[in-house]
C-alpha cells in the first residue's frame, strides 16, 4: 500500500497526547493512523512571529509528524477569521453567527498555499494524500496547480449545508470548484452528502450519476459517506486506567447514590449547551421527585475564546448554569456542575463508565464522537443510557438511543426522566444494538473504507 499523508489544521502532536486538548479528529486521525503509519503534515498549534516559519519534525512509532507555526495575521484572518468566523458558523447552519470579511478569504487561501508549499518537499509520487476538514478546503487544487498527481481525497468532519445556506457565503463557488479538485469527497451522512450534491447539480451544473460519481467542469471525483468511528475495543482498557484518576475517585464517593447525567463538549454554540441547561431546569421543575437524586456535570473546556461568538457563549453558559443552581440547589446538594475546564481522556471515559446518563444534545453536529464513547465506556451487566440530538451525524448510526429534539426541552426534560428510570432489560437491549454498530463501524473500518474508494481520478487543471 502506498505512503498515507494526513493533512489537518490540528495534529495530535505527541507531546500533546492524553492532555485533554485534543478534538475529534485529532483522536480520530491519530486512531486510524495505528496501523499503516505514514507522514501527518499540520499546524503546531502555536502562533509565532519569525519570517520564515520553523519546520519541526518528529516521530512516534510508524507516524512523523510534520508542523508548522501560524503567524499572528495568518492566525487572525484564516482560523479566527474564515474558518471559524465564517465557514464552521455557516457549515453549522448559524448564518447570523458568521462575520465575512474579504481579507479572512484571503488569509485562508495564503495559509492553504503555505500549508501546500512546507508539504511539497516532504511528497513522493506514490503517496497517498488525505486532507481533513473545512479549514484547508483549498488544498487539492493548490497541489494539482503545483504538479501533484498522487489520488487526494477530502473527509469533512462538520455538516455541510443546504444550498440555500450555503449560497450565504459570498465565495461558495470558489468553495465548490476548490472540493472539485479532489479525488474522493466524504461525509460523515447522507444528509451531508445531499447536500452537496444538491450545491454541484444547481450551483455548479454538474453531473451525478446514482453512486455519487461526479462530472463537473472537467473534474470527476467520487463522493460517499463515511460515519468516523472510535475505538471500541480499547475503550474498556482505557476506562480501567481511568478509574484510578483522583477526579474519578472522588465523584463517586460524593455521588453515593445519586445518578449522574453527564456532558461533555467544547465550549461551542453548535452543542447546544443553553438548551440543555434549559431542559435539566425543566426536569428540576417538572419532577421534585428527582431532586437530590440526580446530579448533572457538564465538562465544557473553553474552545477558540478569541472568537466573538463564543466569548458571548461563555458568559450566556455561565448565567444559565448560575440560575439553575441558584433556584435548586442546597447546602447538600448542587445539581449542575458546570466545569470549565478539560481532563485527561481516560478520566473522561471513567467517569462515563460511572454515569447514568450520557447528555448529547447539540444543536447541530458533524459526528459526536462524545455519544459513541459514552456507549463504549457502559458497563456491559449496568448500562447507562444516552440521551441524543437528532442533529447529530450519530443519531443516523446509534438508532437505540433516546434520540431527541434539542429545540424542545420540555420534551427533552421528559426523555430524561424516562431515562432516569429506564429498567435494566431496557438499557442492556439498547446499548446491545448501538455496541453492534460500534463494534462493526469502528475507526480502523472507517480509514479502510475511505481508502478503498480514494482512487485517481482525471482533472482539467
Ligand atoms: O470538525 C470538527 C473539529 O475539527 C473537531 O474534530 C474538533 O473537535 C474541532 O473541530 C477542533 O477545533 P479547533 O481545531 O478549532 O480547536
Known sequence: MSRLIIVSNRVARPDALNKGSQGGLAVGVLAAMADSGGLWFGWNGRIENRPVSEIREESRGNINFVTIGLRQNEYNNFYRGYANSVLWPLFHQRPDLMTYRHHYRMGYLGVNRK????LLPYLKPDDTIWIHDYQLIPMAKMLREAGVSSPIGFFLHTPFPPLDLLRALPDHKDVLTELLNYDLVGFHTLTDERGFHEAIRYSMKGDISPSGLIDCQGHQLQTGVYPIGIETDDIPDLVKTGKHSKEYQQLKLELGDRKL???????DYSKGLFHRFKSYEQLLKNYSDFHRRVVYMQVAPTSRGDVKAYGQLAQQIDQAAGHVNGTYAD???????YLNRGFRRNTILALYNLAHIGFVTPLRDGMNLVAKEFVAAQDP??????IL???AGASAELKSAIIVNPYDTEAVANHLATAIQMPLDERKDRWEQMMETLRRNDIQAWQRNFRRDLVPRPHAI
Do not use: A, C, E, Q
Request: charged fraction near 25%; avoid cysteine; hydrophobic fraction near 40%.
Open 115 to 118: 500549508y501546500v508549499d512546507h
Open 381 to 386: 451487566d449496568n448500562p447507562g443510557v444516552l
Open 389 to 391: 440530538s437528532k442533529m
Open 261 to 267: 447525567l453527564i456532558g461533555v463538549d467544547r465550549l
Open 331 to 337: 447546602f447538600d446538594w448542587t445539581p449542575l456542575r
